[in-house]
Every structure is written in C-alpha cells, then in structure tokens.
C-alpha cells in the first residue's frame, strides 16, 4: 500500500514539477513548476489544478489544441520555446495578471477572434496568430479586446494573414503593443472604437504594420493614440460603399484638440494608395493639437500626406515632419476624404 502511494505521489509530483522543464521558458514565480496540458480536455483540468494549487502556471505540449478554453483565474500559459504548441481558441475574462507566452494560433476559422479579452489585465509575449479565417461576417479577427476596462500589454509578437481586423479594441481600455507585426490583415490592421466618456490609451512602439488593407491604424472616438519608432510599409486599396480608401493612420475623434490625443515620433509611413495621415475632428473637435516629431509620410502610389478635416489644425502641426512628399497636394485638397466610421459589432 505504502509502494503504490508513493508510485501516485511520484507521478503527480512529476506532473507539476521539473518534467520537461528545459522545454519552456518559465517565469520565475513558477518556482520551476508547471501543470502539463496535452490537449484541450487536459488544458481545461490544468486550468482548474492550477489554480486550485495555487502554482498559476501551465505548460502547454506539442501540437494543435483545439477547441476554446476560457481563462478566468491569474494564470501563466506557457508554450514550449520550440514553438510547436498551438492553440485554436482562447478567451480571458475577468481576471487579473495574466501571462500568455510561448504558443501560436494557427489556421483558425473564427467566429469572432482567435483571442478574446474582457474586463481583464493580460501580457503577450511570443505570441504568434497566422491564418485567421472568418468562419461568421464579424469573424477573422487575430485579437479582440472589448468589455469593461482591460490592460492589455503585447510584446515580441505578430499578426499574420487575418481576413478581417488583426486588433480590435472596443471601449475604454489601456493596450500597450512593443515591437509587433501585424502583416497582411484584410481590413486594417489595428482599429480601436471607444464611443464611451472615459478615455481609452493605444501606444504602440518599436513595430512594423505591412501589407494591410484599407487601414494600418484606425481610431474612431475617445482613444489617445501614441506611436514612436514604428513603421506602416504599404496599405492595399479596398473598396467601402464605393469608395476607395487605403490610408495609413486615420483618427476621427471630437477630442483632438485636447493634449495628449495624438503623437507620433521618429516614425515612417510610407506605400499607401491614398493618403499618409487623416485626422478628423468628428465636428467636435475645432481645432486638432496633435505632435508630430521625426515623421517621414511618403508613397509612390499615394494621394495625400497629411489631412486635416472637419476641425482646425495648429499652426505649428506640421513643424515636427521630416519629410511629406505631398505637402502641395494636402493645401490645395477641396473635398473631404471618406472614412470608413462604422463601429464594428462585438458580440
């Protein structure tokens, strides 16, 4: 009896512990300790046992988890550093301190994203989400963020062929993106829609957006926007309500006269089809106050380096571009640009 009590204790323990450590990259409250999940029946327990231990760490194995699990609990999802461990569906919702690390989403059909925050406090490192199909009309979507307030941190991550948006941000939330690439996501790249009083933040720094369509970055209502040391190379043309838009930052915000609702540093944007910079004051704003420093807008197929429409802008707005290949043809524009404005749903 004493023998198989010892043989149970040893394969938990070995379960828990230093089994296949060397494969992942573990943070240092694991103590060197992880649940193991194999697929999604035993991702779901690791979840509960985890948490029920109080150890808050799981290690995913090699292969595809299908499936959705929800986490709703401090946890740390940890990849192995080979990248092998991919996941189809996840979702964190009301919960604190949580990290996802080390794990890809690949080849997903989804409903509405491959990855769904709310109402949570959540770090991204090494994450990875190709291949985002859209399985519903409001579907391929790499990451949404929407609910009550989050605090969304993403680092050394990428986005990669998304049919629809790669990050939606929908409400008032905090989300920090530090050296990302979102590539190739089919209608826009990044898009926060905030239409409550409480203001949102979006900073983005040290990234790249490439080959995306209609827009790199889109801001529709109460969210502060700050970029440095970020390139947009190329944004495809696409056809909304017969119009043509392909535009690599767009805000349409009443609160553009207000400080720190728009700054942009030591960044480029270039291979847009229609036009470097939109701000629009969303007949709010009657002035627009942004700072530009270190900003270079160009493009060979492009229209428009920087407009300002709807709103006033600062005599001293354009003081901090180093290069606007298309400074004329922004002082003689007489019409106003189309923005796409529809707040997309979130169910």
Known sequence: M??????????????????????????????GKCY?????N??????????????????????????????????????????TSYLKSLAVSDTSGVLLKDFSFKNVMADQAALFISGSSVEIDNVSLSGIGASSVFGGRGIVISGTESEVFIRNSRIDKSDGTGILINGSHRVTLENVSLSKCGFAALWAQNQSGKRGVLSVSGSTFSD??????E????????????????VKKREVMLESVGDGIVVKSAF??????????????????????????????SEVSASFKGLSVFSESGSYGLVVQNA???????????????????????????IIETFFEVQ
């Open 2 to 31: 004493i023998r198989i009590y010892f043989i149970l204790f040893c394969v938990l323990f070995l379960s828990c512990s230093e089994n296949g450590m060397p494969d992942y990259s573990l943070p240092e409250e694991c103590g």
């Open 36 to 40: 193991s999940a194999h697929d999604v």
């Open 42 to 83: 035993s991702f779901q327990d690791a979840l509960i046992d985890a948490a029920a231990a109080f150890s808050n760490c799981v290690c995913l194995g090699s292969g595809v988890f299908e499936g959705s699990v929800v986490v709703a609990k401090p946890l740390r999802i940890i990849g192995r550093k080979d990248g």
């Open 212 to 217: 995306n369509g209609a827009a790199a970055v």
């Open 219 to 234: 801001i529709l209502g109460n969210t502060a926007l700050k970029i440095s040391d970020t390139s947009v190379e190329g």
């Open 256 to 285: 553009l006269a207000e400080t720190g609702s728009l700054s942009i540093e030591n960044s480029s944007i270039s291979g847009f089809a229609r036009a470097g910079v939109i701000l629009d004051g969303a007949g709010g704003s």
């Open 312 to 338: 006033v802008e600062d005599t001293a707005l354009r003081d901090g571009i180093l290069r606007n290949d298309f400074s004329s043809a922004d002082m003689k524009r007489s019409e106003e640009l189309f």
